[in-house]
């Protein structure tokens, strides 16, 4: 059964974006009010990080921890063991409030990178890591989801995300293929993925067999395509709502249903609308997007 949660980013709460901050009781609150069931962690420290009292929280509101994004930095490999640390200490807390099925979500370090940042949207083949640097990601990301597994049980996916190493099809292709798929799988993205230059049904397709966690997010396409010709980076692209409301943009998301129920997905579908922090009205486009999902049947 395919379950509908949302995530912190909608309320602006996004890793390396400076800004001020609603409170972590708004956003669960108003994830409550407008009609989804579970949410996303956010990053470390916006929500309590204490079992007991992040558990009563959320249970208060009905709502199930299903996750984490924990941004990490896997092509430096003196910076594994730290970002090991960081992702078992998130997991720990995951699988004390939402359970053995919540997942943790890997993520390099978004935006972190200038040049990546900057072509966020239109890198090329050029622009990407090299063999050796290829090497040391793969096992940096095999080393962090291995011990998620031994020490927590829980599964670890892998973002593709735009702004970060992982961006493209063709680069998420290539890091599934270095990595262990028992202890590694992907979280399907639509918004990134399209943002990217990939079609979102062909990629569920392709990787039916690694994709165990969804974030639903539209694209404005006509801003994705500005954003190219301007030159903006990806906070740019953001602040200019390249990560439109659902069915606002070029996700086909019927025809996306369709795949995930195709290939038999029964995990949870995130909406993702990520903004800027202070930017529009996220309660307000949240209800829109509940609405909207209603209308195709989730």
């Known amino acids: 059964m395919i379950r509908v949660a ?3 980013c909608s ?10 901050r609603t409170t972590y009781e708004q956003v669960i609150n108003e994830i409550q009010q407008t009609g989804y069931i579970g949410t996303e962690l956010g990053d ?29 930095f896997l092509h430096d490999a003196s910076k594994h063991a730290e970002s090991e640390a ?27 990178d200038p040049m990546r ?3 966020s949207g239109r890198v090329t083949p050029e622009q990407g890591m090299s063999e050796a640097q290829w090497d040391v990601f793969a096992n940096g990301a095999n080393r962090i989801a291995r011990t998620v597994m031994n020490e927590t049980g829980l599964r670890t996916v892998i973002h593709h995300h735009v702004g970060t190493w992982i961006e493209t099809p063709a680069e998420t292709d290539r890091l599934l293929q270095m990595t262990d798929p028992t202890i590694l799988g992907l979280v399907f993205d639509t918004g990134h993925w399209t943002f990217a230059g990939g ?7 392709k990787h039916a067999d690694r994709i165990w966690h969804v974030h639903f997010k539209d694209c404005d396409t ?7 010709v301007e030159g903006w980076d990806g906070p740019t692209s953001v602040g200019h709502g390249v990560f439109c409301e659902l069915g606002k ?15 038999q997905y029964n995990g949870w579908i995130v909406v993702e609308q990520d903004v800027l922090p202070g930017m529009g009205t996220p309660k307000d486009s949240a209800q829109r997007n509940r609405d909207y999902l209603t209308s195709i049947g989730l």
């Open 199 to 205: 079609d979102a049904v062909e990629g569920i397709r």
């Open 249 to 263: 943009g070029g996700v086909d998301f019927p025809a996306v249903l369709q795949a995930l129920q195709d290939i």
């Open 117 to 119: 940042n900057l072509y």
């Open 11 to 20: 309320w602006g709460i996004i890793e390396n974006i400076d800004g001020e």
């Open 222 to 228: 006509a801003v994705a395509a500005r954003s190219r």
């Open 6 to 8: 949302n995530a912190p």
């Open 86 to 112: 960081e992702v078992v200490r998130t997991a720990r807390l995951l699988k004390a409030v939402g359970g053995e099925s919540t997942v943790i979500v890997l993520g390099n370090d978004p935006y972190g």
């Open 44 to 72: 470390w420290g916006f929500m309590p990080t204490d079992p007991l009292r992040l558990s009563a929280e959320l249970q208060k509101r009905e709502l199930t921890l299903l996750g984490s994004w924990v941004s990490v």
